[in-house]
């Protein structure tokens, strides 16, 4: 049976009508775009927050309107328990889009937060509102994970551009529990992976079905591969608001400036105090010095911060004696152990290190600090056996001895 053949009118108007309905589903496609963009849009914050490494932005979403709950990424917010919130300001039925005008505007529409919990392994954190503004509305949760193949579209407010509240969308490549380490530590959830760009700002933004649904909270990009994101899935973010919430741990230079200790930053990053320690058998004081990491370490729910001093540095590895010597003590101190490092030298240093929890109260940290030093101390003391003094006329018989 030959095709049937269209008259040269016939086969026009063929044409321009699947042309228009293209059109007509480019159109709606656009709109509906549009609608789920201004839509999420209520619901998305910038977070700015203040830690030991400085400023730090990033985005949130308000998932809780009564509870005045917003979620972003736990690396948005570091160390901090504060931080300031901004939801997008309206001018014309549109956001403002400017940096300048939020923070020209901070207490008219800055709100502040406090950060209620953070799971680093999920890379998530809950943010408290002291108020939520009119207008904003809390963003559904999808009930399953997306699949392959769906398109997603996010918000964010990525620093390499001077514009906030910025759309992208993209397409599912793919959903699946992911191990990995960023530059926010070491994390392991499920992962919805995504063919759309994430800049750094974006972090702890929504993605959206085109439903304006959450399906995932935006979180960092591939570093090897183009266009390839990963996502925190909302199996993850359901899991992590029904479990025991935990504190997240105060700024270093917060706890030691509440413990009343002048600190400096080392070379290293992180920071040394100069701590005070008795004489035997004399009134008089002598420093030692000690040192607080500026990072957490962390494993699961497991928050730690390392407290360390140097008691002695040598040319040769440490013999047998003091060796045992040192496992005995480790073995019988409270809070840590010895360690012995090898320079790049070739030279050998003993050190002291203590491990606490990272929310620990000032006062924790100032004991632990303290204890540090005056083992170290005295440890120091034992492998550097002070020289014998001569007197005066042994010294005048050596001279003239020469």
């Not at 940096?99 to 809950?126: C, E, F, P, T």
Request: aromatic share 6%.
């Amino acid at each position: 049976m030959s095709p049937k053949r269209y008259p040269p009118l016939s086969r026009c108007l063929v044409l321009m009508m699947l042309f228009g309905a293209i059109q007509c589903l480019s159109i709606t496609n656009a709109r509906g775009d549009v609608q789920t963009y201004r839509r999420t849009l209520k619901s998305t914050t910038w977070v700015l927050s203040k830690n030991s490494e400085g400023t730090s932005s990033g985005t949130g979403v308000l998932i809780d309107a009564e509870k005045r709950l917003v979620i972003t990424n736990a690396h948005v917010v570091g160390d901090s328990r504060n931080a300031v919130i901004f939801f997008p300001a309206m001018k014309n039925d549109s956001p403002i889009v400017e940096r300048s005008h939020y923070l020209q505007n901070v207490r008219k529409i800055g709100i502040r937060g406090r950060v209620l919990a953070v799971d680093r392994k999920r890379d998530l954190a809950l943010v408290e509102l002291d108020k939520v503004p009119a207008g904003a509305e809390a963003l559904p949760m999808v009930e399953k994970s997306v699949s392959p193949g769906e398109i997603v579209e996010s918000i964010g407010n990525p620093g390499a551009t001077d514009a906030l509240w910025v759309y992208t969308s993209g397409t599912v490549r793919s959903v699946y529990r992911k191990q990995f380490r960023t530059g926010g530590g070491e994390h392991d959830f499920r992962v919805v992976e995504t063919q759309s760009p994430i800049n750094s700002g974006d972090s702890g933004g929504p993605v959206v079905n085109s439903q304006g649904e959450l399906v995932a909270i935006s979180q960092a990009i591939a570093p090897k591969a183009r266009l390839v994101s990963y996502c925190v899935d909302v199996s993850e973010i359901r899991d992590f608001l029904a479990s025991p919430w935990k504190k997240a741990p105060l700024p270093v230079t917060e706890i030691l400036d509440n413990a009343e200790l002048k600190y400096s930053k080392d070379a290293s990053g992180h920071y040394k105090v100069d701590l005070p320690i008795d004489v035997e058998d004399s009134e008089e004081k002598v420093t030692h010095e000690v040192l607080i990491t500026k990072d957490v370490e962390y494993y699961e729910r497991a928050d730690v911060r390392k407290v360390w001093s140097l008691a002695h540095i040598q040319d040769n590895a440490p013999s047998q004696e003091t060796t045992i010597r040192l496992l005995q003590q480790s073995a019988r101190t409270k809070l840590g152990g010895w360690t012995v490092e090898k320079t790049g030298d070739n030279r050998f240093v003993i050190v002291y290190v203590a491990k606490i929890d990272a929310t620990a109260t000032p006062a924790a940290v100032k004991s632990t600090m303290e204890y540090v030093a005056k083992l170290t101390r005295s440890m120091n003391k034992e492998l550097n056996p002070a020289v014998e003094t001569q007197d005066a006329s042994d010294t005048l018989r050596d001279w003239l001895a020469d």
